[in-house]
């Protein structure tokens, strides 16, 4: 039965693979936001003006940034705590992005208030 109506939808097969696609991309986010806790944020090579523009498209996508205006993370660990959050929420990115963007938010949001 279920093959018959498989078989009878192309569409249906698409979006299964397409609903597949998503929660691997997910999966993939999670595991980056994990492996992200061992490292310290200035560990990677860091571009400031990629990690700025990450941040603007990938936190934007389901919100305006100056969310982190009303609320910013007091440390480095609160920012990748937020990132982690965010990738609960559905943000999709690699260890490299999400890394960056911890660095992003480290440095515009604690390093300011924390002089
Ligand atoms: C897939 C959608 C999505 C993306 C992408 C996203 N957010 Fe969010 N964000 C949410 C939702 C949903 C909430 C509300 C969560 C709640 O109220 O519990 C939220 C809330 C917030 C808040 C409010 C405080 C809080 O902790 O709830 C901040 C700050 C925030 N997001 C920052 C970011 C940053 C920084 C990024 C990029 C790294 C980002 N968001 C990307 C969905 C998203």
């Known amino acids: 039965m279920t093959a018959y109506l498989v078989a009878l939808s192309p569409q249906l097969q698409q979006s299964a693979q397409r609903l597949r696609e998503q929660a691997q991309r ?37 919100h305006a940034t100056d969310e982190v205006d009303k609320e910013p993370p007091a440390s480095e660990d609160a920012a990748r705590d937020l990132v982690k959050r965010m990738v609960e929420e559905g943000l999709t990115a690699d260890e490299k992005e999400l890394a960056q963007i911890v660095r992003y938010l480290t440095e515009t949001y604690v390093k300011k208030s924390d002089p």
């Open 26 to 62: 997910r999966d993939g986010a999670r595991q980056a936001a994990e492996s992200l806790a061992a490292k310290p944020a200035d560990a990677a090579p860091h571009d400031a003006a990629q990690a700025k523009q990450l941040f603007e498209t990938k936190c934007s996508e389901c």
